[in-house]
């Protein structure tokens, strides 16, 4: 029972490389997020979707791209990393109707643009 | 957009003591949660309130929803050592699709 996994943990990239960052869930949870967690800001929503096949901007997207692969997966990508985007990921999933509105968490990919 | 403003920022206390923070927003929210991050994990949730006014425990811990529906508060009390982490505040947003907004988190830290 892994719940949310998030892959790699650790990265740094070149600036203006790409990379994908991974996330999945085995509880199947209809809607996931991704979040960026930046030191005295908590966490801020870059984009989420709802279900299956669908995805939605969160507060700050730009630079960022998703993709809901499945029910199980859902990815961000960053096309060409800035110094910026240096931060660590959660990725998260919630099921429908869960009645404490309760969101599981996956332990984060922690990114260094350099 | 939907901003929650939590403190404090950081607390130092000795073991034993209790612990208060709390959280505003400009914003009314119907669910407050607190959830607290580990180091290198994410957040897990702690307390979840639905209703204005609401006062729910949790062992030690305890939560309320304001009456204004803009604000929250945690109390811990009695820390221990592994109180230490960082908490965060969160209110849900039902647009379409449901989101929560985190607060920008307090950390504890605690002196054996």
Not at chain 1, 85 to 95: D, G, H
Not at chain 2, 40 to 60: D, F, H, M, Q, W
Not at chain 2, 89 to 104: H, I, M, R, T, Y
């Amino acid at each position: 029972n892994a719940g949310v996994t998030q892959t790699p943990k650790f990265q740094v990239l070149k600036t203006g490389q790409s990379m994908t960052l991974q996330c999945a869930q085995d509880m199947n949870h209809n809607s996931m997020y991704w979040y960026r967690q930046d030191p005295g800001m908590g966490l801020r929503l870059i984009y989420y979707s709802a279900s299956e096949g669908t995805t939605d901007k969160g507060e700050v997207p730009n630079g960022y791209n998703v993709s809901r692969l499945n029910k199980r997966e859902f990815s961000l990508r960053l096309e060409s990393a800035a110094p910026s985007q240096t931060s660590v990921y959660f990725c998260a999933s919630r099921a429908p109707g869960a009645i404490n509105y309760g969101y599981t968490f996956g332990s984060g990919t922690r990114l260094t643009v350099v | 957009g939907q901003q929650l403003n939590q403190s404090p920022q950081s607390m130092f206390i000795q073991e034993g003591e209790d612990v208060s923070m709390n959280c505003t927003s400009s914003s009314i929210f119907n669910t407050w949660l607190w959830y607290k991050q580990e180091p290198g994990e994410g957040p897990v949730l702690l307390i979840a309130l639905y209703k204005a006014g609401e006062l729910t425990s949790n062992g030690r811990l305890t939560a309320q929803f304001g009456i204004t529906r803009k604000d929250s508060f945690l109390n811990i009390s009695a820390s221990i050592p592994s109180d230490v982490g960082i908490y965060f505040c969160a209110g849900l947003v039902v647009q379409g699709a449901q989101k929560l907004v985190f607060g920008q988190g307090t950390r504890l830290t605690i002196n054996p």
